[in-house]
Nanobody
Framework: QVQLVESGGGLVQAGGSLRLSCAAS????????MAWFRQAPGKEREFIAA????????ASAESVKGRFSISRDNAKNTVYLQMNSLKPEDTAVYYC?????????????????WGQGTQVTVSS
């Protein structure tokens, strides 16, 4: 099992940047594919970005391409989400998720482990 703890959320003005971190417990972090999802008020949770076990392959949603990037540091058991050019519509609770495997997974049902989420609020 793996436990996930997100951090780095907060209040930022439109056009600003934030970097979210997700720290994972355990010694097998490198065997997990990782992803970020978000859920805005009144909306379903949606995929944002995913990265494979070694960080070589990544994918992101069309709504954030060119603005958000996912990365990981297996030595630190941490995955990051760099968010630039933030917009008010990016306001949501952001979750990191993990699933054992060497692939690149974008589907929410595929993920086994979830963090508690961190709030990101973008003011206009």
């Amino acid at each position: 099992q793996v436990q996930l703890v997100e951090s780095g959320g907060g209040l930022v003005q439109a056009g600003g940047s934030l970097r979210l971190s997700c720290a994972a417990s355990g010694r097998t972090f490198s065997t997990y594919a990782m992803a970020w999802f978000r859920q805005a008020p009144g909306k379903e949770r949606e995929f944002i970005a995913a990265v494979n076990w070694n960080g070589i392959n990544a994918a992101s949603a069309e709504s954030v391409k060119g603005r958000f990037s996912i990365s990981r540091d297996n030595a630190k058991n941490t995955v990051y989400l760099q968010m630039n050019s933030l917009k008010p519509e990016d306001t949501a609770v952001y979750y990191c998720a993990a699933v054992p495997g060497r692939g690149l997974y974008t589907g929410e049902p595929l993920y086994d482990y979830w963090g508690q989420g961190t709030q990101v609020t973008v003011s206009s």
